[in-house]
């Protein structure tokens, strides 16, 4: 933007408030820019189970990575929550009143996520379902 005040002035109570407008609609219009995605993708790696009753894994490096892999598929599931979410408050501040009748959708889908168990984190095949390390 264009500043209006003279270099070798002070800024008057004008060019303070234009200023600060200019920051403030920059910070606020982020809810009208287009959703950013991140070209990001790591390997899935097979699962890998404990092995003996001691707790030791029969393929140490491959149960590592499996846990690497199940954090992964809980962040995944935590970050969809939470944009989810965003989703409903967006659609509520732009709705205003009638966010029963237009945001009917993005709640139910907010909803049929959260009452997940896991919030719909992706969990392996376990051999003995007892065993369920999920969060």
């Known amino acids: 933007p264009v500043c ?3 270099s070798n002035s002070r800024p008057t109570y004008l060019a ?3 200023h600060l407008s200019i920051f403030i609609l920059s910070t606020m219009t982020d809810m009208y820019d287009e959703p950013k995605t991140s070209g990001v993708s790591f390997p899935a790696y097979p699962h890998s189970e ?5 707790g030791r894994a029969q393929d140490p490096v491959g149960f590592l990575l499996s846990v690497e892999q199940r954090a ?11 944009l ?6 967006d659609c509520y501040r732009k709705e205003g009143v009638n966010h029963y009748d237009n945001c ?5 889908t907010y909803y049929k996520v959260v009452v997940k168990r896991d919030v719909g984190q ?3 095949d376990w051999s003995d379902k007892s065993k369920h390390e999920g969060f």
Request: charged content about 40%.
């Open 122 to 124: 992706v969990q392996p």
């Open 50 to 54: 404990r092995g003996s009753a001691r």
């Open 16 to 18: 303070r408030a234009y």
């Open 4 to 6: 209006c005040c003279n």
């Open 84 to 89: 989810l979410r965003k989703d409903v408050i």
């Open 72 to 82: 992964r598929e809980r962040q995944v599931a935590y970050e969809t929550v939470r």
């Open 104 to 108: 009917k959708d993005v709640t139910e």
